[in-house]
Nanobody, 124 residues
Framework: QVQLVESGGGQVQAGDSLRLSCVVSGRTFSTYTMGWFRQAPGKEREFVSAISRKLIQPAYADSVKGRFTISRDSAKNTVYLQMNSLNSEDTAVYYC?????????????????WGQGTQVTVSS
């Protein structure tokens, strides 16, 4: 059974950086498009970024473009989200997700596999 496990969240100050990691168990990592989503209290889960298995141009939400960078390491079955210049609006639980195929899905419904989430709190 494939499992996704996120790590790297924490509490930081505005302007700081964090790097989230998501390790995918099993041998199928290379077949997945990987995505990051986030959910703030009282809000719906929203798309943050996605990267395909073929490493075509990643997709980013407008709110994080230029500040966040997604990457993946097939040797480690891991996808990363480097987050720079964090602000209070980035406070949320961040989820890693996986979907089969190459399309850079931006919708929650397009992803079949999810991690348990990691909390990111940014203090202003």
């Amino acid at each position: 059974q494939v499992q996704l496990v996120e790590s790297g969240g924490g509490q930081v100050q505005a302007g700081d950086s964090l790097r989230l990691s998501c390790v995918v168990s099993g041998r199928t990592f290379s077949t997945y498009t990987m995505g990051w989503f986030r959910q703030a209290p009282g809000k719906e889960r929203e798309f943050v970024s996605a990267i395909s298995r073929k490493l075509i141009q990643p997709a980013y939400a407008d709110s994080v473009k230029g500040r966040f960078t997604i990457s993946r390491d097939s040797a480690k079955n891991t996808v990363y989200l480097q987050m720079n210049s964090l602000n209070s609006e980035d406070t949320a639980v961040y989820y890693c997700a996986a979907r089969s195929g190459d399309g850079l899905g931006t919708m929650v419904s397009q992803y079949a596999l999810w991690g348990q989430g990691t909390q990111v709190t940014v203090s202003s």
